[in-house]
Every structure is written in structure tokens, then in C-alpha cells.
């Protein structure tokens, strides 16, 4: 069992939908962190946060440290978020990071 | 602009050759890190190096080997002992080993 699960694995949507993608961890964490991939393999860093909720533009990050819980939020969906977005977790220690396997996001137009 | 380069993007290599990827980070980092991607899998870890002439193995560091000779400069040879090396290679640096986490933009390697 992996220590950060996401879901769903893949996501279809129409533009301007709200999406929400999930992440659970099973370890102690120091803070969650929310990575975007895009098609040519670069990753690039949305959020990183250890508690409440987090807002940058059409993106809102919100984690739940007693639920072990995190989740991504986009409103208003345009193609360009389409793109793998990756949860991860930084441990209680500091020494490591704890990746989920991935949510591959399609925006329709 | 500071950021992470990697080369090259594109590398292949027949059975028995080591190759060498490059990573250079000019953002004043202390830790850098090497990672795998395979299809439907996480990022798994082969080296980490928080500090110059210091690294530390990762979960799959069998087969890689790299140096920390500079703080920007952290490259990862790729060992004719690693059984399965075609896969796609992301160097990423952070402040601290805490701090969030800086990519590049990785390199595919394929093994003819």
C-alpha cells in the first residue's frame, strides 16, 4: 500500500467545471505538497502546506491534518489544467517525500 | 530567471554504455534529489544530497551513482549494472530537505 493515495486516477471534464482531486496519506507528515505535470514531463509546484486551505488564482489547496486528508480544487476549468497533478507528502522527519501515482486531468473545451 | 536545467531531454544508449545525466540548479539550494517517473507509478527516489560532497542512497540507488561536487551541480550516471534503466529522470532541488520542492523538466532515457 502506498503511503499517499490518490483518486480518481484519471479525470474527463468539460471547461468551466469545478474539479476536485483527492489525497489521502497513511504516515506523519511536516506538510503536503501539490505538483503539476505537464505533457512534456516537467513538474512544477502549485501548493505546499501543512495546514487550513491555500488559494492561488483558479486553484484552491486544502488539507485536513486529522482526516489525513488533502484535496485540489479548480473552478472554472479551462484545457490548459489539463496535465497530471501529483500529491505529495513531506515526512514528520524531514527526509523524505511520499508521492501519490497521479491524477491525469483532460479539460474538454 | 533561477530554476533546475537538466540535459539532455532525450538520451539513448545501447546495453553495457553508463551515460550521464546532468543537473545544474542555480537557486541557491542546499538539497537535490533524483527521482524516477515509470508509467503509473509514483516518484521513487534513487540519490539525495543535502550538502556538497555529501549524498545519501534512495529507495532505488542500485545501478546510479552521482557526486556532489558543487552546490549547483548534482549528476547521475546511469551504470550498466542498473537492469532496467529506460525510464524518465527528474532532478529537483529544495532549500532545505523540508522545503518545497523545485523540478526540472526531467530526462527520458531509452536503452536500445
Known amino acids: 500500500k502506498n503511503e499517499v493515495e490518490q483518486s480518481p486516477q484519471n479525470l474527463t471534464a468539460q471547461e468551466g467545471e469545478f474539479i476536485t482531486i483527492n489525497c489521502s496519506y497513511s504516515v506523519g507528515i511536516s506538510a503536503l505538497h501539490w505538483l503539476q505535470q505537464h505533457p512534456g514531463g516537467g513538474i512544477v509546484s502549485l501548493f505546499m502546506l501543512s495546514s487550513g486551505k491555500k488559494k492561488h488564482g483558479r486553484l484552491i489547496a486544502t488539507i485536513n491534518i486529522q482526516e489525513k486528508h488533502s484535496s485540489l480544487h479548480i473552478t472554472a476549468s479551462h484545457p490548459r489544467d489539463s496535465a497530471v497533478y501529483i500529491c505529495a507528502a513531506t515526512s514528520r522527519t524531514g527526509n523524505q517525500f511520499y508521492f501519490g501515482t497521479g491524477t491525469s486531468l483532460t479539460v474538454i473545451p | 530567471d533561477g530554476g533546475i536545467t537538466q540535459s539532455p531531454k532525450y538520451l539513448f544508449r545501447k546495453e553495457g554504455q553508463n551515460v550521464t545525466l546532468s543537473c545544474e540548479q542555480n537557486?541557491?539550494?542546499?538539497?537535490m534529489y533524483w527521482y524516477r517517473q515509470d508509467p503509473g507509478q509514483g516518484l521513487r527516489l534513487i540519490y539525495y544530497?543535502?550538502?556538497?560532497?555529501?549524498?545519501q542512497k534512495g529507495d532505488i540507488a542500485e545501478g546510479y551513482s552521482v557526486s556532489r561536487e558543487k552546490k549547483e551541480s548534482f549528476p547521475l550516471t546511469v551504470t550498466s549494472a542498473q537492469k532496467n534503466p529506460t525510464a524518465f529522470y527528474l532532478c529537483?532541488?529544495?532549500?532545505?530537505?523540508?522545503?518545497?520542492?523545485?523540478f526540472g523538466e526531467g530526462s527520458r532515457l531509452t536503452v536500445l
Open positions: 529537483a532541488s529544495s532549500i532545505r530537505l523540508t522545503g518545497e520542492l523545485f
Open positions: 537557486l541557491n539550494h542546499d538539497a
Open positions: 544530497s543535502q550538502i556538497v560532497n555529501d549524498f
